[in-house]
């Protein structure tokens, strides 16, 4: 019995001495995850704050085709304003947030990556009908210490989904790519 109160007293005392755990990672992803909420959010009410969300310093990597290698915010204010006033945009499925690593330590480092299914519209028109795609998007997100946007980079086929809709057939509405 001794020797059993003496191994669990020694392990009471040895769990004591563990070094806190650093939490700030976590409670990173858990801040800039909310921007990212907001972003999402911002996109469905064309109501977008880039000054909430961006650094000023921020690099947007063009990933659509034939986009340069990366893109101002201030042409993405110029797209997104030309973009939203020709489509409605709604997420279909729930918002996927999952914490990004750091490419050289592969730890988490505060960064935020989201998955999702975005349901581009095409609002009729008196020669047109409602036309409409759904879009699978992966896009990430590093953050400086304000919690604003330094790098984000967004992988889906918008460019052959501006183009279906456009000019595409009316009769395959709903498509998905």
Known sequence: MKLLNSTICALLVLGACQPPQDNAVNEAFEKNSKVIEAYVEGYQTEN???DAWYADDVVILGTAFGA????SLKEIK????????DFDLELTTDLVL???VDVETKKADGSVRYYG???????ATDSTEERSVVVKVYESFDFNEEGKIVFQQSYGD????YDYLVNGDAAEDDQEM
């Open 98 to 100: 999952l914490p990004g």
């Open 117 to 123: 299914d975005w349901k581009m519209i095409m609002s």
């Open 68 to 71: 340069p290698d990366s893109v």
């Open 158 to 161: 918008m460019s052959a989904a």
């Open 48 to 50: 977008l704050n880039y």
């Open 78 to 85: 110029e797209q997104d304003k030309m973009f939203l006033a």
